[in-house]
């Protein structure tokens, strides 16, 4: 039920602040994988563009990142995982030992696993990523995937650091298969609906826009945000009520108690028939960057235009906890 | 108006009054003297009302001070503090107003009060940005102008210079005849001669002795209640106390003491 | 309420004047804030809609314009405008209470506990998910914990029959200290929430409904007469506790109940606005150095300033950046603190050297 991505969020915000504050906020992003041969030695690069090499593939991971822990499992490296954070919800009943969260790190339990690698995320260098790396001397790679051609590399990159390279191309086939099924469906729907999405009711209208995750699935799936402004901030309400959206998505987590009143109870969402107003079912599947996203689309595209049908291939590798939602 | 006070007690910690009394009727100027911590502030805040005693009797116009409402006392007793107060943004009116809230005193007395101590110049001004000097008049002023029957002052003569020192014993001479009882600790103890009707001796929470000043005032008791030698010498005004030590060999003064006692005597 | 202010004591000319140019000057930002939102609503509109509001009037004339420009000056601009002249005078007057209780200038109301047992019930809520009063809970959980939190640092200051203030101001430091830690620990137990918290915590107005601006206005016209009535006590509390009882002053009843409606009605403002910053700690400053005097002066113009403060605010909050709104703890610092520094340096006159 944890998620890593609320954190992500937070980061956003908190650069959506200092940009507010008027000070200089420079990110940089860099994503590449690295592109070794099956044999010889691994050279991999993280999202801040940093090299790693490793003789042989590594045996020993810990991940404090939930996406790194889903797409490991389906590779079939998740037995070289020894370590695991707060976050992970895929694949569920986890068993090695929780490592961190987003904010500290055990680093004796840490030191303890003697993992040859370190997964984290997010857009800058944590604190806890600088002492792994440089005191623990400790391997520790950052990513931070925010669209699917940069998921379908993190998924190259965690093949071949674990030598699983012909399972990581085909997940990234089901996934470009996937994305292509989606997009011939999508062909045949020409109107463009407007959407809201209803982050959290806790200090104003929290939303997510441009450039951000979450939008990416809207422009695939045909719909037009009615939050044009950049990143994770709090819309105006008069936006929202002038805009009137025709859906309205809400985060797991708001309750639709919260769209009942102004400026909500004006739109075409709530006084169409039937409303149009929806929970998203999992926010992990919203909020991990993965191969597990495509289920994402999926379930909006379904939910969004009852009549179509998507043709998903079925998910190419047999795993014990099939990667689908349950419902 | 009648002030009694009989068989006042109080302690906190290790801190104790014992058995405390003083009688003053109208026009008294009643004397506190005795040694820093011997709880002479301790004893004006009882009598204000401020602390409560803890058995004893004070007695307003046989009444006791627990029987007067907050309302009422504020016209039977006025207290001055040794603490200068420092408001935010109170001009010195503003501050001498105040005394005034709750006894309806009309608000032309504030300026009366301030001319009686020849600071009415200083009506206007920022209260923060007087001296010390000057603020503590300013307190006095509010004593004034509140103008209850019992006043009670918190050794209104310290941190002042000769001319303001003047002005509050001439104030305490003012208000005696205005037939107030006025009851105030001090240090100086040949000033009792010239201002008090009666005076307290105290230590350490206990009285030494008390009557009129020649009753009360001998080198005996001052002993008794600051524990090192006192002698006397006459002046034309009267017996004049000091510390032996003050005393050269040849019987006289020493030049500081002739300095800072000589104030009263211009 | 001007009885007191004008009744009796001396009031300069100017100062009556200041005091009518600042009434003009809210009534205006209070109309002009009619007019600035992210949706360019017409001036005609904006006057047709709120023309239609007033009851006889509004029957009189056909007016032309929609339903949304509607919903959007009456349910979300008005609510906003009014909420930020209640919150703001609640916090200004609160500020002037609480810094003349304490006799200390750099106190402000959240000091004796309504911020961290505000923080505490909102927390809870979230993160325990309690549903006492559906989206009302938070409200509710915040408004109750913040007065059971003020309440706690007062009684556990008594000390022989009375609340000498300084035990006060530590106990409230420390108190608020302890629960802050548990705050901490709530949101550390659960970090899904962290975000959510930290979105309360920073403040704001947009989603305040009119029964709740209802509510927060009852509790906070109370609040603010029985400080006006009480200034009085306060002028003569400010010159030392003791001095005001020999001049007639109930002084622990009189903390008693000031504490008690400030925390009233500062709470209510906490639990429906998260926290807002700054303005119970500046605006009882603000009106020192304009139009100086005593707190049968500064208390009412706290209220004025503090409504005009937090409207201008919340202007500028819709300003800063179109379409979005930001939130406004962090507006009131960013406007706040240069202009109040700019008027300590203009205005002070020495007052404040002592």
């Known amino acids: 039920m944890s998620s890593g991505f609320f954190d992500r969020k937070m980061k956003a915000l908190v650069v959506v602040i200092i940009v507010v504050l008027g000070a200089l906020s420079v990110f940089g992003y860099v994503s590449s994988t690295g592109h070794a041969s099956s044999s010889g030695p691994i050279k991999v690069t993280d999202s801040l563009g940093r090299s790693f090499v490793f003789q042989k593939p590594v045996t020993r991971i810990v991940s404090l990142d939930p996406s790194a822990t889903a797409t490991l499992y389906a590779l079939g490296a998740i037995k070289d995982l020894v370590g695991g954070n707060v976050y992970d919800s895929y694949p569920p009943n986890e068993s090695v030992p929780n490592v961190g969260n987003a904010y500290t790190v055990d680093y004796s339990e840490l030191l303890n696993l003697s993992p040859q690698v370190v997964l984290g995320y997010g857009s800058t260098m944590p604190s806890y990523g600088t002492y792994i790396n440089n005191t623990l001397k400790i391997p520790f790679m950052l990513d931070n995937p925010e669209s699917f051609p940069q998921i379908e590399n993190f998924t190259m990159m965690l093949g071949e650091l674990t030598g699983k390279s012909s399972n990581a191309t085909i997940i990234v086939n089901w996934m470009s298969s996937s994305l292509n099924a989606i997009s011939s469906s999508m062909s045949n729907i020409s109107t463009e609906q407007t959407i809201f999405y209803y982050l959290s009711n806790y200090g104003g209208y929290w939303t997510a826009g441009n450039n951000t995750f979450i939008n990416q699935f809207f422009l695939i799936a045909h719909l037009r945000n009615v939050a044009s402004n950049s990143g994770y901030f709090t819309i105006s309400g008069e936006v929202i009520a002038n805009e009137s959206p025709d859906i309205i998505l809400l985060d797991q987590y708001v309750p639709e108690s919260a769209v009942q009143t102004a400026p909500f109870n004006e739109t075409a969402a709530m006084t169409g028939s039937p409303q149009k107003v929806f929970t998203i079912f999992d926010d992990n599947f919203f909020n991990e960057p993965d191969f597990r996203t495509i289920y994402a689309i999926q379930w909006l595209i379904s939910i969004i235009y009852p009549g179509i049908y998507l043709n998903i291939p079925n998910f190419p590798i047999n795993l014990g906890y099939p990667p689908m939602p349950n419902a | 108006m009648m002030l009694e006070i009989r068989g006042v007690s109080f302690s906190r910690g290790n801190f104790r009054l014992k058995e405390l009394g003083l009688n003053a009727q109208n026009g008294d100027v009643v004397g506190i003297v005795g040694p820093n911590g011997s709880g002479k502030s301790t004893f004006l805040r009882i009598i204000a009302g401020i602390l409560k005693k803890e058995s004893g009797e004070i007695r307003y116009n046989d009444r006791d001070i627990n029987e007067y409402q907050h309302m009422e006392r504020p016209r039977i007793i006025s207290m001055l503090s040794q603490e200068t107060p420092n408001p935010f943004s109170f001009t010195v009116s503003d501050v001498i107003g105040t005394a005034g809230y709750f006894t309806g005193r009309p608000p032309e007395g504030i300026k009366r009060s301030l001319r009686k101590l020849g600071i009415e110049n200083l009506y206007k001004r920022q209260f923060s940005q007087l001296s010390g000097g000057e603020k503590r008049l300013v307190m006095l002023a509010t004593l004034i102008y509140q103008d209850a029957d019992v006043c009670l002052m918190d050794e209104p003569f310290s941190f002042l210079d000769v001319d303001k020192s003047t002005k509050v014993f001439r104030i305490v001479r003012s208000l005696k005849d205005e037939n107030k009882i006025v009851v105030v600790t001090m240090h100086d103890i040949n000033m009792i001669w010239n201002l008090c009707d009666s005076v307290l001796l105290m230590k350490n929470g206990s009285m030494v002795a008390s009557g009129t000043p020649e009753e009360v005032i001998n080198e005996e008791n001052l002993q008794k209640t600051y524990g090192i030698p006192f002698s006397h010498y006459d002046s034309p005004e009267g017996p004049r106390f000091v510390p032996s030590e003050f005393l050269s060999n040849s019987g006289k003064f020493s030049s500081i003491t002739a300095e800072l006692f000589g104030k009263y005597e211009r | ?354």
């Open chain 3, 1 to 354: 309420m001007f009885k007191y202010i004008t009744e009796r004591h001396i009031l300069t000319i100017g100062t009556k004047t200041k005091i009518a140019l600042s009434l003009i000057f809210l009534l205006l930002v209070i109309l002009a804030s009619f007019f600035i939102g992210s949706v360019k609503i017409p001036f005609y509109t904006v006057m047709e809609i709120m023309i239609s509001q007033v009851p006889v009037l509004g029957g009189m004339f056909h007016f032309h314009f929609t339903s949304i420009q509607h919903e959007i000056v009456v349910l979300l601009r008005e609510p906003q405008i009014f909420s930020a002249l209640v919150i703001g005078a609640s916090l200004g007057v609160g500020g002037a209470v609480i810094q003349s209780i304490f006799k200390n200038p750099i106190t402000e109301p959240y000091v004796i506990g309504i911020s961290s047992g505000a923080a505490f019930g909102a927390v809870a809520t979230i993160v325990l998910g309690i549903d006492i009063l559906g989206i009302y809970s938070i409200d509710l959980m915040a408004f109750v914990f913040s007065l059971v939190v003020v309440y706690l640092v007062y009684f556990l200051s008594f000390r022989h029959g009375k609340v000498p203030i300084v035990y006060l101001l530590l106990m409230g430091i420390a108190v608020s200290l302890f629960v802050s830690a548990l705050v901490a620990f709530m949101v550390f137990s659960n970090v899904r929430l962290q975000g959510d918290v930290f979105f309360w915590l920073m403040g704001s107005l947009q989603q305040i409904t009119w029964t709740e601006l209802g509510i927060i206005t009852a509790v906070n016209v109370l609040a603010i007469f029985v400080s006006i009535i009480y200034s009085r006590e306060l002028d003569a509390i400010q010159l030392g506790e003791e001095y005001a009882h020999t001049v007639g002053v109930n002084v622990e009843f009189t903390k008693i109940l000031l504490i008690s409606v400030i925390a009233f009605g500062v709470s209510a403002c906490v639990a429906v606005s998260g926290l807002i910053g700054f303005v119970g700690l500046i605006v009882p400053h603000v009106c020192r150095l304009i139009y100086g005097g005593t707190n049968r002066i500064v208390i009412p113009t706290s209220a004025i300033i503090g409504g005009i403060f937090l409207i201008l605010s919340e202007d500028a909050a819709h300003a800063f950046i179109s379409g979005e709104v930001i939130p406004i703890g962090i507006v009131t610092s960013l406007v706040g603190v240069p202009f109040f520094m700019l008027l300590l340096s203009r205005l002070s006159r020495g007052s404040y050297d002592a």
